[in-house]
């Protein structure tokens, strides 16, 4: 393991991370992704031994980011993916161990984990069809596979905390964004939203689905799918 100094290194914000207004929108996040964990470990069961990745840690260490880490209560069998660099994660969590790569393209044989989790990354990958590349890329290394995301059906939009533009349809969305100076959210290749019917067909067919709801404020917040082989 390399060394680190935590001191002498800045922190870096992601791109991927929405503004924190007041501090409000990191404690809220936090809150609702706690309760994902939770369904998690009441779904999966892990024990000490259960091998687990995680694909799409970041560089951001905001509070509610790389909860997962902080929350699970068997760090150092975790695998870490990402691909921006939280090497530091490894220092933070004494058997932890990170990898940099795409989440499209994992360096792992199959079936190589018992267990892979994903939170907040599927609506970052791209298109439809790179969607479903990422939940086969997931499902091709592990043996069960969680995978959270957004509802696109919550009256307000987690990146850019904007109230129900992102109902309209996908292209009159995009061009609002652009409109109003969110170039970067206004592209596909960096937010695309699901709803759970789209989400639920990303699946391979021969795998059975879990759904677990998160609520926030009495509205479905977070879609999260739970699959395990048949």
């Given at each position: 393991?390399?060394?680190?100094?935590?001191?002498?290194?800045?922190?870096?914000?992601?791109?991927?991370v929405q503004p924190n207004l007041l501090g409000l929108v990191s404690k809220l996040?936090?809150?609702?992704?706690?309760r994902m964990v939770r369904s998690l470990l009441d779904l999966a069961r892990p024990t000490p031994d259960t091998t687990v990745l995680d694909v799409g840690v970041t560089l951001d260490r905001r509070e509610d980011?790389?909860?997962?880490?902080k929350a699970y209560p068997y760090p150092d069998r975790i695998t870490a993916v990402?691909?921006?660099?939280?090497?530091?994660?490894?220092?933070?969590f004494p058997g932890l161990k990170f990898v940099q790569a795409n989440a499209l393209d994992l360096p792992f044989a199959d079936q190589s984990f018992d267990l892979v989790v994903s939170f907040a990354v599927i609506e970052h990958v791209g298109s439809r069809a790179q969607q479903?590349?990422?939940?086969?890329?997931?499902?091709?290394?592990?043996?069960?596979?969680?995978?959270?995301?957004?509802?696109?059906?919550?009256?307000?939009?987690?990146?850019?905390?904007?109230p129900l533009i992102h109902w309209l349809p996908p292209r009159w969305f995009r061009r609002i964004l652009r409109l109003l100076g969110h170039d970067f959210w206004a592209k596909e290749a960096n937010l695309n939203l699901l709803t759970l019917s789209e989400f639920r067909q990303l699946f391979p067919p021969d795998l059975t689905l879990y759904y677990r709801p998160t609520r926030l404020l009495g509205w479905v917040s977070n879609l999260s799918l739970f699959a395990v082989r048949r």
């Open positions: 393991m390399s060394s680190f100094n935590h001191a002498s290194v800045p922190e870096q914000n992601s791109s991927y996040s936090l809150y609702a992704r706690k980011c790389n909860f997962f880490e990402g691909l921006e660099d939280a090497s530091f994660l490894e220092q933070e479903r590349a990422f939940v086969q890329e997931l499902c091709r290394v592990g043996k069960q596979v969680y995978i959270a995301t957004p509802n696109r059906w919550y009256p307000v939009e987690f990146h850019t905390i904007l």
